[in-house]
C-alpha cells in the first residue's frame, strides 16, 4: 500500500457564486502546515488516477518547454480558462515537498558563492534550468552528477544517435525508451516506497561528502609527502650522503697580520699622535688584500709551492680535484675558495684562511702568502718615498744651477768692467759735486764785483774764466759718467747690470734654501711612509680537518632544497588558481 504524503502546505481554491461576474478570478489561499484536517468541512477527493499512455503515441519533449517547478513563495500562475468545477482541499505534490526539503538541506551546507556559480554552470551545460543556485545542485544530484567533480569539456560532448555531434551534456537516447514520466498501472503489484525521508537523506549525503573529502586529503596528503620525498629528502640526502662518506677532509691555516707605519715621522705633523695608525694604511692594507686574492698570486705560489699539482691529486674527491690540464681559470676558481682573505677596518687586522688536503701543505701556502704579503707592502712604501723624494731633490738641483748662474753671470760683469761701476760713478759723483761748490762761489765773486760800479777789468775777466772753466769741468765729469765709448756701455748701464746680477744671484740663494727645506720634509714625509707588515697569528699546521662540516653542511642543503620547493609550489598554485577561476 501506498503511504500519505506529509503535506506541509495547502492550496484550496474556493469557487465562486453564479451571481459574479464572469471576468473575476478565483483566489488561492496558502495555509500554513499547523492548519488541521478537521478545520475542513469535507476531506479532500482522491486524484484521478491517469491512465498509462502507449510507449508508441509518447513524444519526446523538448527540454526548452518543459517548465521549472515553481518556487514555494511563488503563487501559482492564474489558468487561461477557468474550469467549471474547482475541488477545494488540492494537497501539493510530494515532489515539491521533496524539493522544498532537499533545496532547505542544500542551503545548510555552506556551500561557497564560488561552488554554486560552478553548480549553475554544470546544470546548464547538462541542459537543465534551474532556478536558482540550491535548485542546480538538486537536480543535479538527482540525475546522479557531482556539480563540484573537475572534467574535462571533452567528456560533455557526447555524439547523438543520428552521428552528429550532440549538444553538451546530453546523453544519446535509448530506442524505446520514453523521456516523460510515467505513471503506475492500476491494479498493479503495490510496492513499499523506497524513497528515504529527507533526515536520512540529508544524512547519507552528508556521510558521503566527508568520505569524499577524507579521501581527497588522504590523496593530496600523499602526493605531498611523495613530492617532498622526492624533491627534498632525497638530494638532502644525496648531499648528506656526499659529505659523511666522498668529501675529502680539507686541513685550515689560519694567520692574521697587520700592516703599522713608522713612528719616526710623528713629530712632524701636530696632528701625528692623535691619528689612529690603522687610519693611516687603510688603503695599503685593501691593497694587500687584493694582492692576496689576485691571479698573480695564484701563478706565483703555483711557480713556489706547486698549488695545481696539490688539488689535482686524485685523493682528492671530484667535486673538489682540479683537472691535471686545467688551465689558470679553472685553478683560480679553486684558489678563491681555499684562500679565504678578509680585513677588518676598525682594527686594521687582515685575516687569512688557506685551505688544503695536507696540514702541512696548508701552513706552507699561508707562509709563502704572507710574504708575498710583505714584499708588496715594501714595494709600496717604497714606491712612495722615491716618488715623495724624487720632486725635492729635482727641485733642489735647479735651484743649485740657477744660482750658479747667476753667480757666475756677476762674475763675469766683474771681469768685463775691471773696476766696480758704483764705485766709479761715486767718485765721479763727488767731483762732480766738489766742482759744483766751487762754482758757485766763483760766481758769488764775479756777482759781487760786478756790482761795484767801477769794478776791476782784471779781476771781472779773471772770475769769468774760473766759472768758465769750471762749467766745462762738471760737463766733462757728467759726458764721462752717462756717454758710452764704442763697443761700451756707460757707466750707468753697467751699474744697472751690476744691479740686476746681484739681485739675481740674491733670488737664487733664496730659492735655494727654499729647496734645501723642502727636500728635508720630503726626506722625513719618506722616513714616515715606511710600512711594516707585522705577522700578530702565525700560521700553524692544524691536527684535524675542518672542513667538510657535515651536519650543518646537510642542514643547510635541507633548508634550500625546502626553501627551492616551497617556492616552486607557491608558483604552481598560483598559477593553478588563475588558470581555472
Do not use: C, W
Not at 23 to 45: H, I, M, Q
Not at 535 to 553: I, M, S
Amino acid at each position: 500500500m501506498t503511504t500519505k504524503p506529509k503535506a506541509r502546505k495547502f492550496r484550496i481554491k474556493r469557487s465562486t457564486p453564479a451571481s459574479e461576474t464572469a471576468g473575476d478570478a478565483p483566489t488561492s489561499v496558502k495555509l500554513s502546515s499547523a492548519v488541521r484536517a478537521e478545520e475542513f468541512k469535507e476531506p479532500p477527493k482522491p486524484r484521478p488516477v491517469p491512465t498509462p499512455v502507449p510507449s508508441a503515441e509518447v513524444k519526446p519533449v523538448p527540454a526548452a518547454d518543459v517548465k521549472p517547478a515553481p518556487k514555494p513563495n511563488e503563487k501559482p500562475e492564474a489558468p487561461s480558462a477557468p474550469k467549471a468545477t474547482a475541488r477545494e482541499g488540492e494537497v501539493a505534490s510530494a515532489s515539491e515537498v521533496a524539493g522544498e526539503t532537499d533545496i532547505d538541506a542544500i542551503r545548510r551546507e555552506g556551500l561557497t558563492g564560488r561552488q554554486l556559480r560552478l553548480a549553475r554552470r554544470v546544470a546548464q551545460k547538462h541542459g537543465l534550468a534551474p532556478t536558482s543556485d540550491f535548485d542546480a545542485i538538486s537536480l543535479l544530484r538527482k540525475q546522479g552528477i557531482d556539480p563540484f567533480q573537475r572534467s574535462n569539456m571533452l567528456e560533455l560532448v557526447v555524439p547523438s544517435n543520428d552521428g552528429k555531434k550532440g549538444e553538451v551534456g546530453a546523453e544519446p537516447a535509448p530506442a524505446g525508451r520514453v523521456q516523460l514520466p510515467q505513471t503506475v498501472p492500476a491494479g498493479g503489484v503495490k510496492l513499499p516506497a523506497t524513497e528515504m525521508s529527507p533526515t536520512e537523506r540529508r544524512q547519507r549525503e552528508i556521510s558521503e561528502i566527508q568520505r569524499d573529502i577524507s579521501r581527497r586529503r588522504r590523496r593530496k596528503l600523499g602526493l605531498l609527502l611523495t613530492r617532498l620525498a622526492f624533491f627534498v629528502m632525497l638530494p638532502t640526502f644525496i648531499a648528506g650522503f656526499y659529505f659523511y662518506k666522498i668529501a675529502t677532509p680539507m686541513y685550515a691555516t689560519t694567520s692574521q697580520f697587520l700592516i703599522i707605519q713608522s713612528e719616526g715621522g710623528g713629530g712632524a705633523s701636530p696632528f701625528g699622535g692623535i691619528l689612529p695608525t690603522q687610519f693611516a694604511n687603510s688603503a695599503d692594507s685593501i691593497a694587500t688584500q687584493a694582492y692576496l686574492q689576485s691571479k698573480d698570486a695564484m701563478l706565483r705560489l703555483n711557480a713556489d709551492e706547486g698549488f695545481k699539482g696539490h688539488f689535482a691529486n686524485e685523493m682528492i674527491d671530484p667535486i673538489q680535484r682540479l683537472e691535471p690540464n686545467s688551465t689558470s681559470e679553472e685553478a683560480y676558481k679553486i684558489y678563491k675558495k681555499n684562500v679565504k682573505i678578509g680585513y677588518d677596518p676598525t682594527e686594521g687586522v687582515i685575516r687569512m684562511e688557506v685551505i688544503a688536503a695536507d696540514p702541512q701543505v696548508s701552513a706552507n701556502f699561508s707562509k709563502s702568502l704572507i710574504k708575498y704579503a710583505e714584499e708588496r707592502v715594501n714595494e709600496l712604501s717604497q714606491k712612495k718615498r722615491e716618488d715623495g723624494m724624487k720632486d725635492a731633490l729635482d727641485g733642489f738641483e735647479k735651484a743649485q744651477q740657477n744660482r750658479r748662474d747667476a753667480q757666475e753671470a756677476l762674475i763675469r760683469l766683474q771681469i768685463e768692467n775691471g773696476v766696480d761701476p758704483e764705485a766709479e760713478i761715486a767718485a765721479i759723483r763727488g767731483q762732480i759735486s766738489n766742482y759744483e761748490t766751487l762754482l758757485i762761489e766763483k760766481q758769488l765773486e764775479l756777482a759781487a764785483l760786478l756790482d761795484n760800479a767801477r769794478p776791476n777789468r782784471a779781476k771781472v775777466e779773471g772770475a769769468q774764466g774760473d766759472v768758465r772753466r769750471l762749467n766745462d769741468q762738471l760737463e766733462k765729469l757728467r759726458q764721462k759718467m752717462n756717454s758710452a765709448t764704442e763697443g761700451e756701455n756707460s757707466l750707468a748701464e753697467k751699474a744697472v747690470t751690476m744691479q740686476l746680477a746681484q739681485a739675481d744671484l740674491a733670488n737664487a740663494d733664496m730659492q735655494l734654501q727654499a729647496a734645501q727645506t723642502a727636500m728635508e720634509q720630503a726626506r722625513t714625509e719618506a722616513s714616515r711612509q715606511v710600512r711594516y707588515l707585522t705577522v700578530a697569528v702565525q700560521p700553524v699546521a692544524p691536527q684535524e680537518p675542518t672542513y667538510p662540516r657535515k651536519f650543518e653542511n646537510t642542514i643547510l642543503a635541507f633548508l634550500i632544497f625546502a626553501g627551492i620547493y616551497l617556492m616552486l609550489s607557491l608558483t604552481a598554485s598560483i598559477l593553478r588558481e588563475q588558470v581555472t577561476s
